[in-house]
């Protein structure tokens, strides 16, 4: 087969499925179907500008939290991954001679600290905790390290 051949041969199959298309009858969707839909395309959540009702409620929240969590909280929640098995060098639980060396790099335990925070290496900040406080990353640190501030 040549070339010119195979090039219309591609269009005569190209034209015949957009032929096929553009005059296909859309398929009518029965009332469960456009419900479906219609939740699989709603927003997921608005705009409030100030003034308006909506935005009378913003800022409400709820919080259940009596104090900063332990240190072995965090650790369970957020370090293990990583701190348990030593996942890309980070020193691993009660590993004292790792954890030595990583408090002899930073210099002392609030550069420590301050590393645990900002990310360091391939550890992104704050380990993924996002909601810790500063207080409870140092809980974290003490509890897997041993060490104390």
């Not at 705009?47 to 909280?73: D, H």
Request: net charge negative; proline share 5%.
């Amino acid at each position: 087969m040549s070339r010119v051949t195979q090039i219309r041969t591609l269009i005569a199959l190209i034209g015949g499925l957009f032929s096929i298309l553009a005059f296909a009858k859309p398929v009518e969707l029965d009332e469960i179907s456009r419900k479906e839909v219609a939740e699989r395309i709603a927003p997921i959540g608005s705009v409030c500008k100030e003034g308006e009702e909506c935005a009378a409620n913003v800022g409400a929240t709820v919080s259940t939290t009596s104090g900063p969590r332990s240190g072995e909280q965090i650790f369970n929640q957020f370090c293990t991954a990583c701190h348990t098995s030593g996942l890309l060098g980070a020193p691993k639980k009660d590993d004292k001679a790792a954890w030595e060396t990583k408090l002899s790099a930073a210099g002392d335990f609030s550069k420590l600290l301050g590393n645990a925070i900002g990310g360091i290496g391939s550890m992104p900040p704050k380990g993924t905790c996002m909601d810790c406080s500063d207080e409870e990353m140092s809980n974290a640190i003490e509890f897997m390290s041993g060490l104390k501030p």
